[in-house]
């Protein structure tokens, strides 16, 4: 069995330094992919190791993990118009026509995800589009998943016309003639649409996961939560794995359709036990997802009390409250863990009165239900988290009063709601597990990015001074434990998370410790390698 003896380093183990030494220690070394030794006895081992690592006084950690994610739709955006990056509507159009013209060959242009600020209340009008690209269909993602901006044609290849009615998870936006606009809100709306184009291959789907997949072991992650999966990605996921093109682990969560989720019992039982019977390293399938709600910018995140800016409304519920406690239920049975997006202070007492039914008609068991998002929790609701046992995840770079913030969520929420948004602190204080996500390609997905916003709760540009709810600020090293250790809870995977003789050697060496920089200079850090069960997964160049 090699033996591999890292040193000229500070490791930091995710537990508490030994009060004998009062100093870190600065060697790790490895063996069959995990922990032989720390400190002092991994120096020791290094004359008989088969390779030895200088990490040039970088540090060593246990590897980071995403707790909320959606790999194949961040890889499906590095295959279709780079939108991304796009300040303006006008930027936005002109990149589809640059896309447009360098693929003729496409009979549908899909891409994502574009920034909703850009345009008034987040509406955008096919007609932009149709000015350039006025005969193929075009259907942009946004950046929160739950919007989609199309052209004429495409509403037209959907079926869709003027008659078409809003339903109860579907929202259709008009211009002042009563026109649809081109902007479609949640599932039927945007469904409506996607359902017409034709579906990715499974050779692109494998495509999306490698490049997704790479990019994350470039930032130092070895696990990652696909928060969104249909039945049908999941073949593209077992020929990956058997490709061996998963740069990371994997573990899915199905989606649980509120229109059909009893047809889907069999599906997902059947899916999962193809998934087990494969016995992939790097896949697993553990995990259902429902979405309980929607999001607040669009008003459909489910509210207690109506919107600021539209008292006629309190959101979206996607999933009515009796369904949703018989479907955990059911889905129980297989043994699955539920992991709900609620957003809303409704829709998140919805998911954990459906979680204490659980427990009350099953019985206790080691589920580790996952609530996330937590944008907005009644502090009536907040402790129910630690009583219950239910994890907190929580994406740390929404945790800022950046333009989507100020422009679209406040106005939503008014001043006194806004100042409840993303308690971390508090849940935290309340004994609550948190694990931390990025919800990528939604936002960042380099944990080193996420790292100072949950310390500063400010944007890049110290804004504003002292942090915004500075309560609710958490110091680095606890918000290193939550990409850490809180994420391998998640995962069930008591074995990762710290670094400790007989773990799992999930590692990542850093040029600079986290700990030692201002928060702000947090993302400049240099990841230089990773390793998944000691085998190395990225090297940086230079």
Not at 48 to 63: Q, R
Not at 127 to 142: G, K
Not at 372 to 390: C, I, K, S, T, Y
Not at 457 to 482: F, N
Request: glycine share 8%; hydrophobic share 45%; charged share 25%.
């Amino acid at each position: 069995m090699p033996l591999t003896v890292f040193r000229h380093a500070t490791v930091w183990t995710g537990l508490p330094t030994p009060s004998d030494t009062g100093r870190p220690p600065a060697a790790l070394a490895v063996r069959d992919g995990r922990v032989a030794a720390v400190g002092a006895a991994a120096e020791a081992l290094a004359g008989a190791a088969d390779e030895v690592l200088d990490l040039d006084g970088g540090l060593l950690m246990p590897a980071f993990a995403d707790g909320h994610c959606h790999p194949d739709q961040a890889g499906f955006e590095a295959l279709g118009p780079r939108i991304r990056p796009c300040t303006s509507v006008d930027e936005l159009v002109a990149e589809v026509a640059r896309y447009a013209a360098e693929h003729p060959e496409a009979d549908w242009i899909l891409g994502g995800s574009y920034d909703a600020t850009l345009a008034p209340d987040g509406l955008f009008d096919a007609r932009w589009l149709d000015a350039a690209v006025p005969d193929r269909p075009v259907a942009l993602r946004a950046w929160d998943y739950h919007t989609l901006w199309c052209n004429t044609e495409a509403m037209r290849r959907a079926g869709l016309d003027d008659s078409v009615k809003d339903s109860e998870r579907g929202r259709f936006p008009r211009r002042p003639d009563g026109s649809l606009m081109g902007t479609l809100v949640e599932w039927d709306a945007v469904d409506a649409v996607l359902g017409a184009a034709p579906a990715w291959s499974r050779d692109e789907r494998v495509r999306a996961l490698a490049i997704a997949t790479r990019t994350y072991a470039a930032a130092g992650v070895t696990w990652i939560q696909d928060a969104w999966v249909e039945h049908e990605a999941v073949d593209a996921y077992l020929a990956a794995a058997r490709q061996g093109v998963l740069a990371t682990r994997v573990n899915l969560a199905l989606r649980a359709d509120p229109s059909r989720w009893r047809e889907q019992l069999a599906e997902f039982a059947a899916d999962r036990d193809r998934i087990e019977a494969a016995g992939l390293d790097r896949l697993t399938l553990r995990t259902v997802k429902f979405f309980v709600d929607g999001i607040i910018e669009n008003r459909t995140a489910a509210l207690l009390e109506p919107y600021a800016d539209d008292p006629c409304t309190r959101g979206m519920p996607l999933w009515a409250a009796a369904e949703l406690r018989e479907a955990l239920l059911e889905f129980d049975r297989l043994g699955l863990q539920p992991h709900l997006h609620a957003i809303g202070d409704a829709g998140i007492r919805t998911a954990l009165d459906a979680l204490a039914h659980l427990t009350e008609v099953r019985g206790p068991r080691d589920r580790r239900p996952v609530i996330a998002h937590v944008q907005m929790v009644d502090p009536e609701d907040l402790p129910r988290f630690a009583e219950l046992g239910v994890i907190a995840n929580i994406e740390p770079l929404w945790l800022r009063p950046d333009p989507v913030m100020t422009d679209l969520t406040m106005p939503r929420l008014g001043e006194a709601r806004s100042r409840r948004q993303y308690p971390l602190g508090s849940l935290l204080r309340s004994g609550a597990r948190v694990s931390f996500g990025s919800d990528w390609p939604v936002t960042d997905h380099r944990p080193l990015a996420g790292l100072p916003v949950a310390v500063t709760r400010q944007t890049p540009q110290r804004r504003p001074e002292g942090g915004w709810l500075p309560g609710e600020r958490i110091d680095i090293e606890t918000a290193m434990s939550c990409y850490t250790a809180g994420v391998a809870h998640q995962a069930m995977a008591d074995d990762r998370g710290v670094l400790a003789p007989g773990r799992g050697a999930d590692l990542v060496w850093l040029d600079r410790d986290p700990r030692d920089c201002d928060p702000h200079d947090v993302p400049r850090i240099t990841v230089r390698g990773t390793w998944l069960a000691g085998e190395r997964t990225h090297h940086a160049h230079g």
